[in-house]
Each structure stands twice: as structure tokens, then as C-alpha cells.
Antibody
Framework: EIQLQESGPGLVKPSQSLSLTCSVT?????????WSWIRKFPGNKMEWMGY???????NYNPSLKIRISITRDTSKNQFFLQLNSVTTEDTATYYC??????????WGQGVMVTVSS | DIVLTQSPALAVSLGQRATISCRAS??????????MHWYQQKPGQQPKLLIY???NLASGIPARFSGSGSGTDFTLTINPVQADDIATYYC?????????FGGGTKLELK
């Protein structure tokens, strides 16, 4: 069974960096698919942030392109999100997911991150 | 970006049909593929894929859920609505990057 689990701090100060880890079990991230970060803001808006492909290439939402980095550790079957220069507008629940153009079938449970001083 | 528009809320009675719509700012279809998907999300849970490519039922999803549409107009139908279906429903397109989501339709009991 494929499972994804996010981890990371729930509170980040404005102007600092947000860093999250997604640990994947049941599937090797180099075997296929694109491994994404998606966030849901208070009020329900959802935003696809970007992905790292099974080959290691990345694709980011242009709205975040100068602040975001997605990397991976294939030895641990993990991928990571770093979002720089956060503001209160980055307060959201962050999900990692296995992205598929035919529908996103595997999601993590989500981690709520609050940006506040 | 492709903008997906959904009504914010829909009130239905148990046992009745619920029809949730999603309109795209441009076509999300490529030849015979309609790259629109539907998700259900309950509070405190991750989204769950219900329908992929507009009309295909995802694994384990009850047959009371169905999807239709092409081009720019899509519909998710729940018939009959059960108490467990009270949730927020999102459409999402994968026709163009970045993938985008609708604003969500909250299904409420009448």
C-alpha cells in the first residue's frame, strides 16, 4: 500500500524558510510519477506548488518560482519542500501527493503550517 | 492559468440527487481525453479522488458518484445523497501546467 507522510514544523516566523519532508512507503519515488506539494489555504483555496519527477527534474508553479525548491533523497525515499521568505499568506495545510495527470490518487494526511511571529 | 469556477455551496436532502458543476476558463480536453478530476474532502482529512478524466470512477468509490462533461463544462452527480457524502468537492484540471483546482463546493443538508 502506498503511503505518504508529511513532517515538519507547524510554526514558522515571517521572512524565514518553511521546510517540510514527505516520506513515501510502498512505492519507490524513482520508479515513476511526479511527486508534488499542494497546499490548502484557510477558506478552502487549493494551490499546486510544484513537483519533482521520478528522474529528478522539477516543475514549479510560476507564482512561487523564485521562493520554492523541491528536492529529494532517494536513499530514504523522501522528497522535500523549501519555501523561502514566508509571510502570513503562506499559512496553510501542506500536502504531499503522487501527482498523476489522470488524477491524484495518493495524498499525505497534511500538515498545518502557521506563519506567525 | 486555467481558472475553474464552482458554486460555493449546495444544499440537498438525503436521498435526493446532487449536481455540482465546474466551469473552466478554457477547454481542458485533449482529443478524447477530458483532463478534469473530482475530489471529496472532509474536515481534517486529505482529498480523496472520486472521478478521473471527467467520467471514470476511481477505485473503491460507490457507484452513486458519477461525472460527465467535456471542453469547459463538467458535472459531478451524487445520486442518491447519503449522510456520509456531506463534504467539500473540488474539481481539478491537468490539461495545462500549473494544475489548478476549483474553489470547492460545500455540500450541505437542506
Amino acid at each position: 500500500e502506498i503511503q505518504l507522510q508529511e513532517s515538519g514544523p507547524g510554526l514558522v516566523k515571517p521572512s524565514q524558510s518553511l521546510s517540510l519532508t514527505c516520506s513515501v512507503t510502498g512505492y519507490t519515488i524513482t520508479s515513476g510519477y511526479d511527486w508534488s506539494w499542494i497546499r490548502k489555504f484557510p477558506g478552502n483555496k487549493m494551490e499546486w506548488m510544484g513537483y519533482i519527477s521520478n528522474s529528478g527534474s522539477t516543475n514549479y508553479n510560476p507564482s512561487l518560482k523564485i521562493r520554492i525548491s523541491i528536492t529529494r533523497d532517494t536513499s530514504k525515499n523522501q522528497f522535500f519542500l523549501q519555501l523561502n521568505s514566508v509571510t502570513t499568506e503562506d499559512t496553510a495545510t501542506y500536502y504531499c501527493a503522487r501527482y498523476d495527470r489522470m488524477g491524484i490518487n495518493y495524498w499525505g494526511q497534511g500538515v498545518m503550517v502557521t506563519v506567525s511571529s | 492559468d486555467i481558472v475553474l469556477t464552482q458554486s460555493p455551496a449546495l444544499a440537498v436532502s438525503l436521498g435526493q440527487r446532487a449536481t455540482i458543476s465546474c466551469r473552466a476558463s478554457q477547454s481542458v480536453s485533449i482529443s478524447r481525453y477530458n483532463l478534469m478530476h473530482w475530489y471529496q474532502q472532509k474536515p481534517g482529512q486529505q482529498p480523496k479522488l472520486l472521478i478521473y478524466r471527467a467520467s471514470n470512477l476511481a477505485s473503491g468509490i460507490p457507484a452513486r458518484f458519477s461525472g460527465s462533461g467535456s471542453g469547459t463544462d463538467f458535472t459531478l452527480t451524487i445520486n442518491p445523497v447519503q449522510a456520509d457524502d456531506i463534504a467539500t468537492y473540488y474539481c481539478q484540471q491537468s490539461r495545462e501546467s500549473p494544475p489548478t483546482f476549483g474553489g470547492g463546493t460545500k455540500l450541505e443538508l437542506k
